[in-house]
């Protein structure tokens, strides 16, 4: 069950589309020569973010997906990450890139991490979207990260709350109204 809340925007369509296109030029540099990389996107958020980000990058890429879940309807997390769908491809020798939406108590990209490390990929990066770090309850950082935000539950470009509100363009922050 959601609470009442309104949306307050806080990055906007355009932003992120400026800092997808700068974000797409590292990664290039940091690839270039590869003979194939593989995106990882984790759903289900990351599903915009890496269909904008693929679309910039001039490589040559396989795009892939892994389902990790750990908050289901709620704004707090389980921190017990669940995998509900692996990979359809091997990795081991490969250049992968990890993308995320958000990067909060960090529990998420560390447990992804860790499973596609012992799969002994030749290169493993991630990039995250955004990053809460005042969140942080394990150690790990993402090597590219598009927008630092502060301690804000958001949605859009992907990001749901109760499987609402991917589909939004722009990234907001959930103002809950119940004053709970
Ligand atoms: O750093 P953490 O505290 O672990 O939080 C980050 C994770 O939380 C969200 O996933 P969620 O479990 O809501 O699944 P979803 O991507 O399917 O919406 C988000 O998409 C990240 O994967
Ligand atoms: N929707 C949503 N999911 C999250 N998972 C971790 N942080 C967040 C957040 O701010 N919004």
Known sequence: MSRPYVIDEMISAKAIAARIEALAKEIEARFKGTDKLVVVGLLRGSFVFIA?????????????????????????????VRIL????????????????DI????????HVIGLLKSREPKRLSCIALLDKPTRREVDVKADWIGFEIPDEFVVGYGIDYAQRNRNLPFIGAVRFTDGA
């Not at 396989?62 to 017990?80: H, I, P």
């Not at 769908?85 to 995320?100: H, P």
């Not at 990067?103 to 560390?110: A, I, Q, R, S, Y």
């Open 52 to 80: 904008d980000l693929v679309r910039e990058l001039d490589l040559p890429v396989e795009v892939d997906f892994l389902e990790a879940s750990s908050y289901g309807n709620s704004t707090v997390t389980s921190r017990e």
């Open 85 to 100: 769908k692996d990979l359809r491809g091997e990795i081991a020798g490969r250049d992968v890139l990890v993308v995320e």
């Open 103 to 110: 990067v909060d108590t960090g529990h998420t990209l560390k």
